[in-house]
């Protein structure tokens, strides 16, 4: 997904597909970062980071909240708190922490994972996950968590299928961590308030800047001495920011502001895909475009790099990957009007529209 990605260009306005972490800080959110009040975060003085960190244990229905740089580093200190040197977890194949997250819990925590494939949405099978918690034998590892993620390539996973796992976590004695960098398009997509979604989680990522779109940071949240220990480890990663109000202040501002407006990103990715469905060579499972994401397959394949065609219309996309599949995501800085653009760039790298 990352190696194949062209840059950005300084200049005129791109319609950049890649991802949903492209988005650029809004006028309003400039506003909020301007006026944020700060303090030293580090010394727990920033009044900032504070609200921003009790809004979202509120919103996830957890005690306690603590504002990390990434959701890369979020879902590493979820994992430095959960397991210790030669424990295992649980995750599925495919998922970020075990794909795209530079092996970190193996190199800085010692940690092994166990990876399960997942049903097409995303979920563990529980029955799966079940069968892989190891015994308790000096040969194996020691099973202690089970990660799973939600949104999963843009899918929303089954609440069913996250409780069946839950249950089975809970009956072996295994922590229950969500990977949820996208857990507010689950929850708009779905109906369900996100604290409905993160009940069974011991603890749980999000990412702000994704579909929220602030430029900077991610949220870890769980227990009161969860996150006094995840305070620890984040000081440890070298992630303790002191004025970090300017950039909690953000979050504020996407917590208020871009919610809700997630259902126009779902509706834009549903709309591109049903229009790019029309042209010959184009492959799309319908089923599979559920929140911001789409993926299609290229059956044909146009005379030149598709990135390099569409860069000349100002639209980012990665090229075909080895199974051919492309992914775009539809975003705050995506409008409705610039599905045109898109649609008539892939026609023309096919060949069926002049271009
Ligand atoms: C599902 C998922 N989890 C975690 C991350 C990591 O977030 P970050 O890029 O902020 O480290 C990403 C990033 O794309 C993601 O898609």
């Given at each position: 997904m990352y190696s194949n990605m062209p840059k950005a260009r300084a200049g005129n306005r791109q319609i950049d597909l890649?991802?949903?972490?492209?988005t650029r800080p809004s006028p309003g959110m400039r506003k909020a970062m301007a006026e944020a009040d700060v303090g030293d975060d580090v010394y727990g003085d920033d009044p900032t980071v504070r609200a921003l960190e009790e809004r979202t244990a509120e919103l996830l229905g957890k005690e306690a909240g603590l504002f990390v740089t990434s959701g890369t580093q979020s879902n590493l200190i979820a994992l430095l708190n959960h397991c210790g040197r030669g424990d295992e977890y649980i995750g599925g194949?495919?998922?970020?922490?075990?794909?795209?997250?530079?092996?970190g819990a193996a190199v800085l925590g010692g940690i092994s994972p166990c990876h399960l494939h997942p049903n097409e949405n995303g979920a563990l099978e529980a029955s799966e996950v079940e069968a892989a918690i190891r015994p308790d034998d000096p040969h194996f590892a020691i099973s202690k968590l089970i990660c799973v993620e939600n949104t999963f390539n843009g899918r929303v996973v089954d609440q069913e299928d996250m409780l069946r796992v839950a249950q089975v976590a809970k009956a072996n004695g295994l922590a229950l961590h969500l990977d949820g960098a996208r857990l507010m398009n689950a929850a708009v997509k779905s109906g369900r308030p996100a604290k409905e979604l993160t009940e069974p989680m011991d603890s749980v990522s999000l990412c702000l800047s994704k579909g929220l779109g602030t430029p900077v940071g991610s949220m870890l949240c769980g227990s009161h001495q969860f996150i006094e220990q995840a305070r620890r480890n984040r000081k440890i990663l070298g992630g303790g920011m002191r004025q970090a109000g300017v950039l909690a202040a953000c979050g504020l501002y996407a917590l208020d502001h871009h919610i809700d407006r997630l259902e126009e990103d779902h509706e834009k990715a549903a709309v591109l895909a049903k229009r790019l469905t029309e042209i010959e060579g184009i492959e799309i499972d319908m089923k599979s475009v559920q929140t911001n994401m789409v993926w299609m397959k290229v059956v044909n394949k146009g005379s030149r790099p598709l990135s390099e065609h569409m860069m000349e219309r100002h639209v980012i996309v990665g090229d075909p990957d080895a199974t051919q599949t492309v992914r775009l995501v539809a975003h705050l800085d995506v409008e409705s009007s610039d599905i045109d653009v898109i649609v008539d760039g892939f026609s023309s790298w096919l060949g069926q529209t002049n271009g």
């Open positions: 890649r991802s949903d972490t492209v194949v495919g998922y970020h922490i075990p794909k795209y997250e530079a092996a």
